[in-house]
């Protein structure tokens, strides 16, 4: 019997070789990049909170609000992994995995998280501002409401810590495209580029209580450290210390079959006179995903 599919320690390989090609793609194709995937996931944004902007069910049934919500949120991620555009919440567990590995500098790992944020952010701002903004997206209640009541309750009342313990959930849940995402959308976690939709439109449309100065201080900095500790400790240094640590000296065993149909073991060192798989790393930026593989 044979499965189409990737080993877990196969996966981690892919992902150590797609975070070398990300951290080492040209600086300006980097940025224009995250500045796709910020507008990309802007407009999952905005679909959501269209679906808050029901002021009977939010009273009676906010559970089932939030539940479509985040079922319809993962959308964008999907754009954004079928266009190759680059998260920087993505780079957080792609180009940590690379660097572990020794296949990416540490300096070029943190160079890529700053342009993919700064993308990220840019992208992020363009639809509030030009779309949703200057469009009158939002301008109409119940609309402007639920903008602003999802970016108040976001930012205002939360405290620090809370924000940032949701960051690492949040990233840590998006090892996975759409149910994982769906699950950290639904239990209110915090994702920093999706807050650069949220917090800058509830501004926009007029939000009491939230300025620049605040959302610097709780909508970025903790959701950004936050999502750091996610995608790259909970996830990139978790996964590369599981299978890639050590990969030449630690005993592997191979999921394949032998001709009698039985689980054969094999060593590090059988497994190094091998023929290893030929892995293309695929553009695509958000969801830590499987890539093409072939011999």
Known sequence: MTFDALSPREVIEAVSNTGAHKGNMRL?????SAVSAGCLLAFACGTTLSTNATPWFQENAPGLIRTIGALVFPYGLCMILLTGADLCTGSFMFTTVAALHRRLPWYKMLLH????FLGNLAGSLFVVAIIFGYGNTFSAEPFKSA?????????????????????????????????????????????????????????????????????????????????????????????????????????????????????????????????????????????????????
């Open 28 to 32: 300006d194709k980097v940025f224009f």
């Open 113 to 116: 998280w700053a342009v993919t």
């Open 147 to 295: 903008a602003i009541s999802f970016a108040t309750k976001k930012q205002v009342a939360p405290e620090f810590h809370m924000i940032f313990l949701r960051g690492i959930g949040c990233n840590w849940l998006i090892i996975g495209i759409w149910l994982p995402t769906f699950a950290f959308v639904s239990l209110g976690f915090d994702h920093v580029v999706a807050n650069m939709t949220f917090i800058p439109l509830g501004i926009w449309l007029g939000a009491p209580h939230i300025t620049t100065g605040l959302y610097i201080w709780k909508g970025i900095i903790p959701t950004l450290l936050g999502n750091i500790i996610g995608g790259g400790v909970f996830c990139g240094v978790y996964y590369w210390y599981m299978y890639l640590l050590d990969l030449n000296t630690l005993p592997l065993y191979s999921e394949r079959k032998d001709r009698s149909g039985s689980m054969t073991p094999v060593s590090s060192s059988e497994l190094a006179n091998t023929k290893q798989p030929h892995v293309e790393p695929p553009s695509g930026g958000f969801g830590h995903h499987n890539p093409h593989i072939h011999d």
